[in-house]
């Protein structure tokens, strides 16, 4: 509803509800959880509640990324090909004694900035790509245009 004036009766904007009842879904994850979407050729999903500074490492389709919470709160995700051929997992820097540093690889140990920069060794200045995460959306939305769409879980993780 538009109150007078041009704001939004009844205070603040919030999300707007669709106008039609959504298809059902079979899933066995509810309709209305609240995602985190990776959005690669074939995207995946998170629980934004997993979501902090300890990156996930998930295969989103066929592309292998890494997805954490920036210190600002912001989702972020990269593509883990460093080379070709070279797909690591990544870890959290902390406690590791790598100033600057907020991950390291688990194939080559190298520290890596929270932007994707390796900061030392070989790889040095090597930049990861980035892959758009879409935060606060909707299970059953997202299921429903991306039949394919998986939940993925820090349990479930690959082992490569």
Known sequence: LVAPGGGIAGG??????????????????AADTIIALIATTQPAAVLPDELNANPINLNAGDTPVFVFRDPAGVPRAFDRHVDIDLMPRFRTARGEGRKGAAFIDNYTETAWSVEGVAMDGDLKGRRLARVPVEDELRWG???????????????????R
């Not at 039609?20 to 079979?26: H, L, N, V």
């Not at 939940?151 to 479930?156: F, M, N, V």
């Open 141 to 159: 939305v997202m299921k429903y245009w991306y039949p394919k769409l998986e939940l993925h879980h820090p349990t479930t993780q690959p082992s």
């Open 12 to 29: 603040s904007p919030g999300p707007l509800l669709p106008l039609q009842k959504m298809p059902p879904i079979r899933s066995a994850v």
